[in-house]
């Protein structure tokens, strides 16, 4: 088997095989002799029929409707009974709970998209709990406090990912999860004591290297080129580090059997034509 590290734990996500504790993919899965059912006997034989429990909550859901396991419709006084029964379960779980089993499915779900390791999925849960407890997401969007949440643990852990493929991922637009990152940022790091890390050019170069497929020589030259612009001007300070770190990749690779165009570059570092335009010029100027 395989390892990547220490201690491996292979899980099959979205057709990759992926190391849940490191975030590496060890490698693609390629489904074939898929199965389809086009007969009622079929559909019958290939159904599943074991109880789906959820991972988070009660296990025993008493259903409001009026029909058994077998599908046997309940009638007279058990139907009454059970009506009764769930009717009293209801009432006694609070919104608190209610929001949790909401959340919990699709926090995993979005992290599920991302291939994000176990442990900032443990570290995301933790901040939307208290997300919850303080109740920030009444009247506002549950699902962008969950993405809000899981950006705020990849930043904390500094895992290379941006708000725009969280963004993606969750289906929530960049302006409702940016504006629910800044109330996590502001009323929940601080009383669980987790510091935000805001991520760095440095660290997009491998993110956006890997997704140009780049050799790694060609990312070390960016690596150095960035840090020589670094040392010889503050021009970049307050920029969006994804068009730096766009820049540098496209001039290390300009000359080489690998080089990609301005369109190639920018669609892999989601910014704008003219931004990686303008800094390229920037760095151009600051070395010669």
Partial sequence: MEHCCDNPCLKYEDGNKVCTNCGTILGQIFVEDERRAY????????????????????????????????GNV????????????????RSLVNSL?????????????????????????????????????KKLTMGRSIDGFIAASLYAAIRIHEFPKLLDDVSD????????????LAMVVREILPVLGLDYRPIS??????LFGNRLDLPEELKIKAIKMLKETSKKGSLFNGKDPKGLAAAVLYLVAK???FKKTQV???????????????RVKDIKIILD
């Fill in 74 to 89: 309940i009638n007279g006084k058990k139907g009454i009974m059970f009506s009764r029964l769930s009717k009293i379960q």
């Fill in 169 to 180: 991922a969750s289906m929530v637009p960049s302006r409702t999860l940016f504006r629910s």
């Fill in 39 to 70: 007969t009622k006997e079929e559909v019958n034989s290939r159904r599943q029929t074991e109880p789906s429990w959820r991972d988070f909550g009660p296990r025993t859901i008493l259903p409001s409707s009026k029909i058994d396991s077998k």
């Fill in 201 to 206: 050019a440095q660290q997009l170069i491998f």
């Fill in 255 to 257: 000359n080489t059997e």
């Fill in 264 to 278: 190639e570059v920018a669609q892999a570092a989601k910014v704008t034509e003219v931004t990686l335009r303008s």
């Fill in 97 to 133: 709970e209610r929001n949790f089993w909401e959340a919990k499915p699709k926090l995993k779900l979005y992290a599920s998209k991302l291939n994000i390791p176990e442990y900032i999925i443990e570290t995301a849960w933790r901040i939307y709990m208290e997300v919850a407890k």
